[in-house]
């Protein structure tokens, strides 16, 4: 499967998923030393090869569509770390409720409340507000300095990395359910993994929880 034909199904995928209401969210992959990213304002579900803008690993657009505002975001994790091959940023409903809640730690705003969450996402930081499209989303991402795959936007949702666009949008469901279980046991008394679990989970799973990044990201 070529690059533009794992986006397109991407962006069906996610729609399916219950991920994208509308025509909000947007996707990219990587291909070699260009990303394939979902132009501005097009319904994910819906997404053409002449929907898809292309640029550089600078962010420049290089071409086809006009680019979504929120290229900065994806540019961001592909400098972070070359092993990403594909970024989804979505409006989820239970992880945009999470993002306007104050987050559980600094280094996740959601908590280990179970097992797959950890083994999968990982720690999830939560990034500060700015308006949709500011460059510094991108600016804020590349410089965190959490080791992450995931982080929560405040008060806008999910942005979500992975090797494939399958093992992303695996990543952005698992996500969402996390939330959705952060915000039902809300306000009673709910029982965490300890941290003796979440290092045991993390470490056999080789998913970030607790560390700061070790990567040399290209700095902007």
């Not at 399916?16 to 947007?26: A, F, K, T, V």
């Not at 239970?94 to 280990?112: D, G, N, Q, R």
């Not at 979500?160 to 959705?180: F, K, M, N, P, Q």
Request: hydrophobic residues 40%.
């Amino acid at each position: 499967m070529s690059a533009l034909e794992e986006l397109l199904a991407a962006g069906a995928r996610v729609v399916e998923e219950g991920l994208s209401p509308g025509s909000s969210g947007n996707l990219s992959v990587r291909d070699g030393d260009r990303i394939l990213l979902s132009g501005t304002g097009v319904p994910l579900g819906r997404l053409r090869p002449e929907d898809v803008a292309v640029l550089d690993l600078e962010g420049q657009h290089l071409d086809g569509a006009e680019p979504s505002k929120e290229s900065p975001l994806h540019v961001a994790f592909y400098q972070r770390d070359p092993a990403h091959r594909a970024v989804v940023h979505v409006h989820s409903a239970s992880a945009v409720a999470v993002s306007c809640l104050e987050p559980w730690s600094e280094h996740s705003a959601i908590p280990p409340l179970t097992p797959y969450f950890v083994m999968r996402v990982g720690q999830t930081p939560l990034l500060p507000y700015r308006a949709p499209g500011d460059p510094a989303l991108g600016d804020d991402l590349l410089s965190s300095p959490w080791a992450m795959r995931a982080a929560l936007l405040a008060n806008h949702g999910p942005v979500v990395a992975g090797s494939t666009a399958d093992e992303a949008i695996g990543r952005t469901v698992e996500l969402e359910e996390a939330c959705r279980i952060a915000l039902l046991t809300t306000g009673h008394p709910r029982r965490e993994l300890d941290a003796a679990a979440t290092s045991e989970l993390a470490r056999r799973w080789s998913s970030p929880w607790g560390q700061r990044t070790t990567l040399t990201a290209a700095r902007r």
